[in-house]
């Protein structure tokens, strides 16, 4: 073999570039690993500061494809110091023969790519050019410390420490006066360290952080017998976990728990020393900012009972931003350092550093001297060592230009243009957010298993197509807009470093969903890549995942449930499962009013809610009509959705119980909803509304009686109507529909069931009537502005989309709003799916406009 000319270039020998390089050798694939190190640990090579330990117990953190290491190794402690860490890797190198595959003290500085050769040309800080097929940067997402961005720092002629750079044989402190610039894990850790040795601590403060005590000791004695009776499943847990560590995921609110019951459970929490315990107890932490809140004030608390000054104490307190959008921080007697009588906290918003100079700092009013001085300012993280490379792809372009405006990648993997480039943890992959050891194990093996299959089917480049990546910086965006962490300066956000880009880096859908959507990619035939050869190309362009991600949560959980199709279900049956199930709901936003009476129907008496907003009327209103297929659901049925159309939109709801098939089959259901909404405008005043603004709306089937309703009303001589809202609507029973097809199964809504509805609805030859399929009526002008919702993923897309474009090519002001990743129920779950806040936003908005 040819040390020039390699299969695989592995950049960083950290824990994701020794265990490639294992798996590579295993494999049979040539291959040079090169680190600008002297050994091995990466993470645990460089950052020797005081204090530094991991801050995933080791049950968790640490590696599962060799088992043999279980036995061999032992971990002293929950949180293993950087030494122990660093002589696992070590040990680990060892026992693999992995020394051998490593070049140290070997930057990469450039890497360029030839269409001609099909290959990368790697250049070395030593001079050295190495072609290989496929080149990995396993650089780490936390190896390359923010460059200094404080006024003078070089101006400094003491010692300057730097926490992810720190000397190998140590620092003494003793009797030192001590600046700690930074308030992040790594001074957190630091701090207690350095102020038993130091006469005099100085810690400057931007930004206070959330910690929580380590309670180090042994590893946590549960995790330990799980992983002793079933190693397997333990692993298998952590893999598809939200996190990486197994961890039961949570199922109540915080804010559906008394505030006594809520501080006891965190306080349990608080007494695991467990970092991901507090925010694991409770499911909307990182959803709900109230929620959210819960935890923020309960860790203040802690705060304020630990630290004496209680200056001190509110300085120390975060506040501003939400628990965990800024990496949490794990301590030993961080807090209660601050009681030391020689430490000083320096909030530098208001004593802000004006500059280092040659013998300390100038700080707020004051100049002080310093003997040393240690920033513990960071890193420059998930992009900074990957662009740091002069990275040249096709056509010239470097990964550095094309991220400028943020990164852009295919599963946080792979990049266009890029061809063969791979990334371990990068961007757009869960890596930060994770247990970082289960991360870095599932990218190694995706990169292992599509080198395998490539050579086996002949292929020598991969790379993703521009839809697929397109594709998944969308579906990042869909999961981090349900989260809290867009809002805060996080280095997560690249807010920590000037002029970086602001999105938020890691993805945060979760590990175990993350996983499941790569082998997805894998067993759908490399789908959203294209893979060429001398022999063959491929491309299976596509997008992986466009369904919200909340919303594909509901569905796996309802999938585990093991539910009964409704369509099993008599009628009667199937109205009770209905009640059932929204029983369980959230109830909504409270409103000023709510009344229930009858109003006169087709063929006798009907139930009505009315819904009054806080707000002083005569309001508009809203004639609304519930789904349920025209065979369930009743005037309360919708009782969350009308409560939030109502706060929101500022208008009186009327929701009203038309009569049900199979009992009044069709037209009962239409010609209920056309008297239904005549009584509301003939009694618009006495009911305190303002006569002249009356819309319809409806969702499902209420959709389609809200648009039958509003075609009698121009037909029948009124009521004249200011606009029709109509979500997710049935308009047509009379054909199939592609997306009858598309969306069959799988989305609660399935098209044996909407089968099921018109079977108990109308017969066949009814359902081209126009009462029943409004898209068929002959003319649709004249109706009022309509705003219809369609949901992508739901049977009945079609038809909403067939019904929005008739409208409008019939002169018909139409909002058409096609709600990406949706199903048809998901965009009614209030305070379920925080995915489904803008489109009822946007619903609000348009019965607003309607009415003016
Ligand atoms: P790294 O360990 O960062 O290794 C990357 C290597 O690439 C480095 O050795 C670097 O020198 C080398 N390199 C980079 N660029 C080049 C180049 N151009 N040429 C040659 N070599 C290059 N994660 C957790 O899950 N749990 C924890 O408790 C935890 N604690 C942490 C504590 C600290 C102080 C820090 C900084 C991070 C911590 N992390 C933790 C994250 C940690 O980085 C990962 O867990 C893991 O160690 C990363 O391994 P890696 O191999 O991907 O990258
Ligand atoms: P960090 O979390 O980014 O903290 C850097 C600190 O320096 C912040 O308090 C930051 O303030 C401050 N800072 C940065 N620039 C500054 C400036 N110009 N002036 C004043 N203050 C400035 O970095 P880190 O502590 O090294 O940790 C990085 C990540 O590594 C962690 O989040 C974690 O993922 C990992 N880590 C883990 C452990 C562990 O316990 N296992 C330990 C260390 C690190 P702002 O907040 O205002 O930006």
């Not at 290989?132 to 997402?141: E, F, K, N, P, Q």
């Amino acid at each position: 073999m040819s040390r020039s000319d390699v299969d695989v270039v592995v950049v960083g020998a950290g824990f994701a570039g020794l265990y490639l390089l294992h798996e590579l050798r295993e494999n049979g694939f040539s291959s040079r690993v090169l680190e600008t190190g002297d050994d091995v640990g990466g993470t645990w090579y460089w950052n020797r500061y005081p204090g530094a330990r991991c801050d995933i117990s080791t049950t968790d953190y640490q590696f599962t494809w060799d088992p043999e290491l279980h036995d061999e190794w032992s971990w002293s402690e929950k949180h293993a110091t950087q030494p122990e860490i660093l002589r696992y890797a070590q040990h680990v190198a060892r026992k693999h023969d992995l020394y051998s595959g490593i070049d140290f003290e070997t930057r990469v500085v450039g890497a360029v790519w030839s269409d001609e050769s099909r290959k990368w040309t790697i250049t070395t800080s030593k001079g050295e050019n190495i072609t290989c097929r496929h080149y990995v940067m396993a650089t780490g997402c936390l190896s390359m410390p923010k460059e200094p961005d404080i006024p003078g720092t070089d101006r400094y002629k003491g010692p300057v420490y730097v926490t992810g750079r720190w000397p190998h044989d140590g620092v003494d402190f003793t009797g030192q006066r001590v600046a700690v610039i930074g308030t992040g894990s790594s001074a957190i850790q630091s701090i207690p360290l350095i102020a038993e040795q130091a006469a005099e601590l100085v810690v400057f403060q931007r930004t206070p952080n959330f910690s929580v005590p380590a309670h180090n000791g042994p590893q946590p004695a549960d995790r330990v017998a799980r992983l002793r009776e079933d190693r397997g499943a333990y692993e298998a847990e952590a893999r598809l976990s939200t996190s990486g560590v197994p961890i039961q995921p949570s199922t109540t609110s915080a804010l559906a728990v008394a505030p006594d019951t809520a501080r006891e459970m965190l306080e349990t929490a608080w007494q695991r020393g467990e970092l991901l315990a507090l925010g694991a107890t409770f499911m909307d932490v990182g959803i709900s900012r109230p929620a959210n809140e819960v935890v923020s004030d309960f860790i203040r608390s802690k705060i304020a009972s630990i630290v004496k000054d209680p200056k001190t104490a509110e300085l120390l307190s975060p506040r501003g931003y939400p628990f965990g959008t800024k990496r949490p921080c794990m301590d030993t007697n961080y807090y209660q350092t601050f009681n030391l009588p020689h430490v000083r906290l320096v909030d530098l918003n208001t004593d802000p550093i004006r500059s280092i100079t040659e013998t300390g700092i100038d700080f707020g009013s004051e100049s002080r001297e310093f003997d040393a001085i240690v920033y513990a300012t960071g890193f420059d993280a998930m992009t900074g060592a990957i662009v740091a490379v002069d990275i040249e792809g096709r056509d010239g372009m470097t990964l550095k230009k094309k991220w400028a405006n943020g990164p852009l990648t295919y599963l946080g993997l792979t990049s266009v243009g890029f061809p063969n480039l791979f990334m371990i943890t990068g961007p757009g992959s869960p890596s930060v957010l994770s247990n970082m050891m289960v991360s870095i194990e599932q990218h190694v093996e995706w990169i292992r298993d599509t080198l395998v299959s490539m050579r086996e089917e002949g292929f020598e480049t991969i790379e993703p197509t521009p839809r697929a990546e397109e594709g998944w910086r969308a579906h990042c965006e869909d999961c981090a807009s349900i989260t809290l962490f867009q809002d805060t300066n996080s280095w997560y956000m690249g807010a920590n470093v000037p002029g970086k880009p602001r999105v938020l880096f890691p993805y945060i859908g979760g590990v175990g969903r993350y996983r499941k959507i790569c082998d997805e990619v894998t067993a759908r035939g490399f789908l959203g890549f294209e893979l060429t050869g001398s022999v063959a190309t491929r491309c299976n362009d596509g997008v992986v995942r466009e369904i919200q991600p909340d919303v594909e949560s509901v569905l796996e959980m309802m999938a585990t449930l093991g539910l009964p199709p409704i369509e099993a279900m008599s009628p009667v049956e199937a109205r009770a499962f209905s009640e059932a199930s929204s029983a369980v709901r959230p109830p909504g936003p409270a409103v000023g009013e709510m009344i229930d009476g009858s109003l006169p129907g087709e063929a006798g008496p009907l139930e009505y809610r009315l819904y009054r907003p806080a707000s002083g009327g005569p309001h508009p209103v809203v004639v609304y009509f519930h789904g349920g297929g025209w065979v369930f659901g009743s005037h309360v049925s919708d009782d969350p959705l009308c409560r939030d159309l109502c706060v929101q939109a500022d208008v009186a709801i009327v929701s009203v119980n038309y009569r049900h098939a199979p009992e009044d089959r069709f037209p009962a259901a239409a010609l209920d909803g056309y008297a239904a909404l005549r009584w509301v405008a003939a009694n618009a005043a006495s009911l305190g509304f303002d006569p002249a603004r009356i819309a319809v709306a409806g969702w499902s089937a209420g959709g389609n009686v809200a648009a039958v309703a509003a075609q009698m009303a121009r037909d029948n001589g009124g009521p004249e109507l200011r606009g029709q809202l109509l979500l997710t609507p049935v308009t047509d029973g009379s054909r199939q529909h592609q997306s009858h097809t598309d969306n069959a199964d799988g989305y609660i809504l399935t098209k044996s069931l909407m089968e099921w509805f018109w079977n108990h609805y109308a017969d066949p030859a009814d359902r081209s009537n126009p009462l029943a399929s409004p898209l068929l009526a002959p003319d649709l002008s004249g109706l009022p502005p309509a705003m219809v919702v369609t949901a992508q993923y739901d049977p009945l897309r079609d038809e909403g989309d067939a019904y929005a474009e008739a409208l409008s090519a019939a002169g018909v002001h139409v909002e058409h709003l096609r709600a990406k990743g949706h199903t048809h129920t998901s965009i009614t779950m209030v305070d379920m799916l925080p995915s489904s806040v803008p489109p009822r936003r946007a619903m609000a908005s348009a019965l607003r406009r309607f009415f003016g």
